[in-house]
């Protein structure tokens, strides 16, 4: 029998990633957990690897799952894209892009705010590396852009800071004075990363990259087991598996902005910005 990747497991394997786990992945899906696992299973036959392993009471992707989930954001965005364009009515599209960062908890608020401030607008949303969504944003491909940093440029409205949190496995023990910080981070560039690494700086604690990651997925997998300490914004839902820690120095917020392109309709711009001024508790300027 011919072996397939259908839609709607490869749809849960990025829910996994991006959700941070099977039960957020259901909620996000309005799926059971069950009907996640089996996709899991339905993808593992059909490639004939082991994609998402047990961790303690988490579970973690394996190497052949990250690869997998390299390609299931591609097919998934060729195939949404297919759909749209032979659409039966037209209906305007804006896309929203974003970093992986937080992205569990803004996502589900911002598209709910949305439908409801820009009902005849339909909202399609874009994870990827803040430097890639500035090109997009750059080159016409994204219309909205949230990106972690403080910045001059014009196009940008702040929105408000993200608390940072340290985790880490629950068997990882604090290293003794003058041992170093191993560090679980995404590959640099990252403002993440830097927060970490300027963090322990500050305190003049040594500090290592113990593993570094293209996604977020990788980066959990690798506190998971044991590798490092992550900085991350969760808004104070921890990624299934790990624990906050309060044993390490406190750091700073960062800035959130969203970035418009030239020429987006300012009604757009204005329920994005509100709506996460909203959620971050920042007050409303004008923009």
Known sequence: MTRTLDIGPL??????????????????????????SQHMRRLEAAVGRELVIRHGRGSRFTADGERLLAHARQILEMHDNALERFAATEQATIVIGTTEHGAAQIIPYLSGRLEQAIPE???????????RLREGLDAGRIDLALLIGRTEDPRAAPVGELALTWYSSPSWI????????AIAAFDSPCALRSSALDTL?????????????IQLAGVHAAV?????????????QAPEGLIPRDDLPTPDSLPL??????????PIAYAATSALRDLLGSPPTAI
């Open 121 to 131: 607008t339909r909202v399609r949303f874009r994870i990827d590396r803040g430097m």
């Open 224 to 236: 998971a087991a044991g590798l490092g300490v992550a900085l991350l914004a969760t808004f104070g």
């Open 257 to 266: 902005s969203v970035w418009s392109r030239d020429g987006l309709p300012v």
């Open 174 to 181: 604090t290293p003794q004075d003058g041992q170093a910080v």
């Open 201 to 213: 700086a500050a305190h003049r604690i040594p500090a290592v990259i113990g593993a570094e990651a």
């Open 11 to 36: 749809r849960s394997l990025v829910a996994v990633a991006d959700c941070g786990g099977f039960q957020r992945a259901a909620e996000a899906l309005y799926l059971s957990q069950a009907a996640v």
